[in-house]
């Protein structure tokens, strides 16, 4: 990266970025063994409820994607650099995905517990809400424009998306819902919901595991979006050559 | 039991259909880059 500003060699993945990959597939291996064999079977759903753990490690990471959408938006609205936008476009692309996996594992756990896929229950509807909300905000990504404009509009569109998480934490609590459980914050202690402490160990650690599947997918997002600048430095190099 | 197979099957689908995608964009931009590279060393 020292000759010619940077364009002769390869950008590189750096070596956290392995290290965290190498951690992130046995704890995956490990959080499926929690989740399968360790973990007690539910007295009423029986192994329908093994849904969950992933279902609310997934809801989570959509919460913290959405999370770091909203922070590097705002970053880039200050400073007006690209690493920002890049880092907040990976991230809406990867709670895009998660927020999938929610919406989807959600209804095929309401068939079994509610005996109908959906309902225009709060949580379910701000989710949808903040799905299509990222959606649009993908939309404008890939939009063609200037990048500077897009970014701008990208970031408005991101900040505005993330206010909508709150609103799909709390809508139980706020519309009163009788259908959705609250997981956390209502047991004796205040955190696990009254849940057996193995139950409430395997959630925490597949948590834990997702959050890292989210960083490695992060870090690679990135890197692909530093490899694409890259190239277009280059082929704007070319051009300048070719027309000078 | 088939709704816990359904479930993890979706995840892991998604998941791995992303990591999927991810794969194929940083092939086609190391290709572009590699290809760019050389342009530029003429």
């Known amino acids: 990266m020292k000759h010619d500003n940077g364009l002769v060699s390869l950008p590189e993945p750096g070596m956290l970025h392995r290290a965290l990959l190498l951690l992130a597939v046995p704890m995956v291996l490990v959080s499926l063994y929690l989740v399968f064999i360790w973990s007690p079977v539910e007295r009423q759903m029986g192994v329908v409820q093994k849904i969950f753990y992933f279902h609310v490690g997934s809801a989570w990471n959509a919460f913290l994607a959405f999370f770091v959408v909203m922070v590097f938006s705002i970053l880039f609205l200050i400073t007006r650099k690209r690493i920002y936008d890049m880092i907040a476009g990976v991230s809406a692309e990867i709670g895009v995905i998660f927020t999938a996996i929610v919406l989807t594992t959600g209804p095929i756990w309401a068939r079994s517990a509610w005996n109908t896929w959906w309902t225009w229950e709060p949580r379910l509807t701000t989710t949808l809400i903040l799905f299509f909300m990222y959606i649009a905000y993908i939309m404008v990504r890939s939009l063609d424009m200037e990048w500077q404009k897009k970014g701008r509009l990208s970031a408005v569109l991101g900040i505005v998306g993330a206010l909508n998480v709150p609103i799909v934490y709390m809508s139980i609590r706020w519309w009163e819902s009788n259908l959705h459980p609250v997981v956390m914050g209502e047991g004796a202690d205040g955190a696990g919901g009254g849940m057996e402490p193995s139950m409430f160990f395997t959630l925490m650690f597949t948590v834990f595991t997702l959050t890292l599947v989210y960083i490695v997918l992060m870090q690679s997002g990135v890197y692909i979006e530093k490899l694409r600048l890259h190239a277009k430095k280059l082929k704007a190099k070319q051009q300048e050559k070719m027309t000078g | ?42």
Request: net charge positive; aromatic share 14%; glycine share 8%.
């Open chain 2, 1 to 42: 039991m088939t709704y816990l197979f359904a479930a993890y099957s979706i995840i892991w689908l998604l998941i791995g259909g992303y990591i999927l995608v991810l794969g194929k964009r940083q092939k086609q931009a190391v290709n572009e880059v590699k290809f760019l590279q050389e342009l530029h060393k003429n």
